[in-house]
């Protein structure tokens, strides 16, 4: 049976809080970052579906939106240190699914 996303995620999630004793607030930002990568680019379901295209497409979008922040201000964009932690956090991931043959 073909395993999406959502269900390797939470593979890993449960990996890696017991081999790098990662805190709760950790995970739950690994959590928070993988789910705005799914609600910006809900067309990737498989790993199969993932591309460095696809990421690199993520990134611009992330980079490029129209956001309201609470202040009711609109900004478009994000801080190199916002991508960073993305990256950080979601490539930790893809790295995890390349390792694991997925």
């Given at each position: 049976?073909?395993?999406?996303?959502?269900?390797?995620?939470?593979?890993?999630?449960t990996?890696?809080?017991?081999?790098?004793?990662l805190?709760?607030?950790?995970?739950?930002?690994?959590?928070?970052?993988?789910?705005?990568?799914k609600?910006?680019?809900?067309?990737i379901?498989?790993p199969?579906?993932?591309s460095?295209?696809?990421?690199?497409?993520?990134?611009?979008?992330?980079?490029?939106?129209?956001?309201?922040?609470?202040n009711?201000?609109?900004?478009?964009?994000?801080?190199?240190?916002?991508?960073?932690?993305?990256w950080n956090?979601?490539?930790?991931?893809f790295?995890?699914?390349?390792?694991?043959?997925?």
């Open positions: 049976m073909k395993k999406d996303l959502n269900k390797l995620f939470d593979e890993y999630i990996e890696v809080r017991f081999s790098k004793r805190s709760p607030k950790t995970i739950l930002s690994y959590r928070d970052g993988f789910n705005n990568f609600n910006l680019m809900p067309h379901v498989y199969s579906d993932l460095q295209t696809e990421i690199n497409e993520f990134f611009r979008i992330l980079d490029t939106r129209k956001r309201i922040l609470n009711g201000e609109e900004r478009v964009g994000v801080k190199n240190s916002t991508i960073m932690a993305y956090k979601l490539n930790s991931f790295v995890w699914l390349k390792n694991n043959h997925h």
